[in-house]
């Protein structure tokens, strides 16, 4: 009699050549329990450059948009992570956005395993312009259903109820994480947000642009300490919680700061103001209470001061371009 | 040379074997630049009996999933209304009332002519539980994005968000309105809500089901109010504004008042308290300031007492049930 071994996992991830999906490939590849990743990306905002360091052969890369995969397979873990983030970029196509994101999660849901799991990565914005700060998971939200954030937002808010109500109805699998803001290397140059804009612009040699008083706040919070998050949440397979989850940095820090700190250690960039962006939140910061809880331990280390120099190091090799006017002040 | 005669307008209904949908469909009919109408309705919560008095040859009923049809025509008016409304039969099937709302809508959009109009039956379950009353059409509402009433409320706001997004980024003509509870005849009997819940137990000789204490309250619509406010809305051309519009009827009335009167008209029923409806709005209450704007003279002109006699009538002439007990009181 021979033993039949144990098959590993089979998972299809969608928008994995993303900035926060391929980092999180990466820690998949480390799980020996993983037997396949099809990464499935239409790379509208994605880009291929960000898992091109992958050799591991279990890791297979598909163009297309998730909502249009066809697959007979059936797979163990889902990741849904597929959708551009930055507004400018969900702006200018909110019909895709919107298909990407509940078209997307109908179609995953189909191709889930009977016992498998899906993990979604929604948002922040589900909070919209928040009324209560920090923002607890419990906090309905704010959010205009018919401005020019919705199709972001709204779109993220009905993928929740969609698995919430699939746990409810046919007892999925379901872990649902609500990122606040992310930044860090393989962010896209032309993203359009905060972090990677001052930066680009500073390597650039161009002002810094910021959109209004620059009061609005943010927290920044680092790849790796969100990646180390999401690991330990989505993988755990003893938590009874499917979510929401806030996963962020809950320091705040205002965008003018972040600005005042790119341009201190890249030698002095003016900052100028234009228009503020329509319906832009003016707060934004996690309750972290139900992550401290249910992951022991874990916290954002890295602050947005290390983890702006991280980025600054990145986008400069990346760029190739020499830095003579760079000060790195620690 | 010769004068083409103006073609009259092709209608795509989707929903119109609905409560609310046939009824419009009746108004539709009346116009006399209506061309065709082809009415979509998979029968999931429509009935054919809504639509077998139609004897007009401009109108024909495609038995279909409206985010499964087929069709190379394109559209000059199209009509969202496929949907269930009622808490129990969305609720059975989550799946499906997220894919006829935001799946209904983006194929619709499709069928659109490019100078078509979109006209969108939105709901006040947008507002979720209020925390203002009366609730105007600028309020963000609070609606639990991950519970049991999720996937009609965030489809409906998915929906909204999709279509004003459309009118931003495409021009598209839309135009929005929001729905409060409405009644009358073509209810089903197994709708499930609060009005034809009280008929059809009253006329069974069953005790009338109140869930929770009934003080929630609901601003009770007759449907012919509706459908004036409706057609005068969707119908005029030189209204610039897309929405969303409240409408509805603006008196408050508690639950367990509709039922007392119910049982008073039909000769006194009792009355029982079951668990309440998780998440069951509190109240609910159109602020009709911008109705009563745009379409000057419109009102509810039907109280609700005498929308629940005519509403009886209604459904003992269906059931064909004698009433010996029945004693209208005006």
Redesign the interface.
Known sequence: MSISPISGRRILFAGGCGFIGSHLIDALLQRSDVEQIICVDNLWTGLEDNVRHVTDPRFSVVTCDIEKFQCEDRFDEVYHFASPASPPWY?????RT??AN??GA?RM?DLLAPDGKFCFASTSE?Y?DPLVSPQPESY?????????R??Y???K??T???L???R??RGTDIR?VRLFNVFGPRTRPDDGRAVSNFITQALAGRPLTIYGDGLQSRSWGYIDDIVEGLARYFWRDKIDYP??LNIGNDREVSVIDVARYVSQVMGGCPIQHEAPVPQDPTNRCPDLTLARDLLPGWECKVDYEEGVRRTIDWFREETGRPAPRITLVS
């Open positions: 702006m200018s196509d909110p019909y919107m298909s509940i078209g109908m849901l589900v919209g309905r939200g704010s959010v205009d259903c018919t401005g020019p919705s199709s937002d709204e779109s808010r009905a929740e109820a969609l919430f109500e699939m409810r109805t649902v979510g929401p």
